[in-house]
């Protein structure tokens, strides 16, 4: 199993990206899927997340009303939309995938990419 992000980049703040993450080895479509991140010298934390039949998406107050998570099925594909982004959005960006959720819990999910780096610029 492999999870692959990409579409991280350096950008101005205010500016959009969309992230995307491809999965291979076996199909996740009853999976919830998730984006976390982690900055220089903090921890890893949770951004974004859906469930697997209904959509149901759940962010973190700091990326509420700006990023958006969505989901591909028939491609095996997780996204997460990024926009008006801040300096402080600037973090290595993760793509996870679990069998329990929806859920903000790192340790509930089963499998996870390398990451891509996000640089906002002020």
């Known amino acids: 199993v492999q999870l692959v992000e990409s579409g991280g980049g350096l950008v101005q703040a205010g500016d959009s990206l969309r992230l995307s993450c491809a999965a291979s080895g076996r199909t996740f479509s009853r999976y919830a899927w998730g984006w976390f991140r982690q900055a220089p010298g903090k921890e890893r934390e949770f951004v974004a997340t859906i469930n697997w039949n209904d959509d149901t998406t759940y962010y973190a107050n700091s990326v509420k009303g700006r990023f958006t998570i969505s989901r591909d099925n028939a491609k095996n594909m997780v996204y997460l939309q990024m926009n008006s982004l801040k300096p402080e959005d600037t973090a290595v960006y993760f793509c996870?995938?679990?069998?329990?959720?929806?859920?903000?819990?790192?340790?509930?999910?089963?499998?996870w990419g390398q990451g891509t780096q996000v640089t906002v610029s002020s």
């Open positions: 996870a995938v679990g069998a329990v959720g929806p859920t903000a819990e790192a340790e509930q999910y089963d499998f």
